[in-house]
């Protein structure tokens, strides 16, 4: 006998529609939720019918890679447990067009990694650009760890470090001095950290995946995030 019901979720689990965000080609609008400007080149994502950035969206400790290279969109997709697909509107086409994938920057390492072996060359001039990205994010990683460090002392360090990686990353080429200092104030340093504990140490990602609304997830990984946070905060830590 086969198992129907078990068979009955993977069928529904394969149907789950994959998420799009879409890169904005008009020139002005705003995030329904935080009210951000969006301007013409940002992502976002429609929430019945409305704008999220992708802050808000919880998709913006994601990366972009650029459609192209189909073996390392392939990889870097099977290995990222939170993907989206980005399109643009063409006006002279008149449709969405696939512009590439927003995925975990630790599955594009990892994409990366394997398909180094099928292109050494390539291979050779990215570890290239990485060290140099590395030299210019560095000073701003130190300081953002201490920040973490300072507000929640028993979080691990290697995750404080991973935390403030990825704000590195997700600013690289786009933030300036004044953005690098936004990203250190405590409520920013915070936001990172819940976002960092939601898509970590919680099922956030898969239920998104499996197409459950963003708000639903939420409400489903409050609770683990708090503990989390209460952990991390250490013994006589309060809330700030
Ligand atoms: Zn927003």
Known sequence: MSEPSRSGLQERLNKAPELVVFEKVSEEGKCSECG???????????????????VCADLDHLVFLPAGDMALSRRARKRSLLSAVVVRFSRTRKRYERQGLLVAAEALDQAEDECAADAPERAAAR??????????????????MKEILGQYPACPA????RIAAHTARRGSGRV???????ELDPRAI????????????????RLLMQGA????????????????????????????
């Open 36 to 54: 951000a400007e969006l301007v013409r080149g940002d992502y976002l994502s429609m929430e019945k019918g409305q704008p999220l950035c992708l």
């Open 213 to 240: 609304s963003r708000l639903d997830a939420r409400i489903l990984v409050r609770e683990k995030i708090d503990q989390v946070l209460v952990k991390w905060r250490g013994a006589d830590g309060v809330d700030s």
């Open 190 to 205: 915070k936001l990172a950290v819940v976002a960092h504990i939601r898509h970590q140490h919680t099922n956030y990602d």
């Open 176 to 182: 300036g001095h004044s953005a690098a200092g936004r």
């Open 127 to 144: 570890a290239r650009a990485a060290i140099q990205r590395v030299d210019e994010d560095r000073e701003f990683v130190v300081a953002m």
């Open 158 to 161: 290697a995750e404080a470090g």
